[in-house]
């Protein structure tokens, strides 16, 4: 939006230059026109009331600011879900896997910069005893860096059918 309004002219009105500059009303209602096409249309009634376009740049600079402690407080939590997740005995790798994958992906949304060999590393130490073995020939003699999660996933799921068609056998 800041963008826009600089290429218009206009932004000038919601950040002024200096403490007594003067503001041309049809450059604030342009500006304000901008900020209303920029927005949700459910703030556009919270914000009517403002009467000029640097009021209301500066009642949304302090909604989002709460919108983006809120996100962080919620990425911190995130943190801690995907650092204290183990992979139960019973669960299955897709199971596992579906949890792994959705915690991260929504730190992602949220903006937080997760890299891939990250992921990678956190899905062989958190596998079940059962994956122990496979999971440390992986990191033995794969590039974990350069893995994707894709990839130790259907490594891993490629393993889980190996082992139920061994378990078969045994009956």
Do not use: C
């Not at 003067?22 to 927005?39: N, P, S």
């Not at 556009?44 to 919108?67: I, N, P, Y």
């Not at 579906?98 to 910069?113: C, D, F, I, Q, Y």
């Amino acid at each position: 939006m800041r963008v826009f309004m600089q290429a218009h002219g206009v932004w000038d009105v919601v950040e002024p230059q200096t403490a007594n500059t003067v503001v041309e009303v049809k450059k604030d209602k342009m500006a304000l026109a901008f900020i209303y096409q920029g927005i949700p249309e459910e703030f556009v009634m919270s914000l009517s009331e403002k009467k000029s376009a640097k009021e209301t740049w500066e009642a949304l600079r302090t909604m989002f600011v709460g919108a983006n402690r809120v996100k962080t407080a919620r990425v911190q939590t995130l943190k801690v879900e995907f650092e204290a997740m183990i992979m139960k005995e019973t669960e299955s790798v897709d199971d596992f896997s579906a949890k792994v994958t959705n915690v991260v992906s929504t730190m992602r949304t949220l903006g937080e910069t997760i890299e891939e060999g990250y992921v990678v590393k956190k899905l062989l130490m958190a596998v079940s005893s059962k994956f122990l073995q496979f999971a440390s020939t992986l990191e033995q003699f794969g590039d974990l860096d350069t893995m994707s999660v894709e990839e130790v996933i259907s490594r891993l799921k490629a393993h889980e059918e190996r082992l139920k068609g061994h378990r078969e056998s045994d009956d």
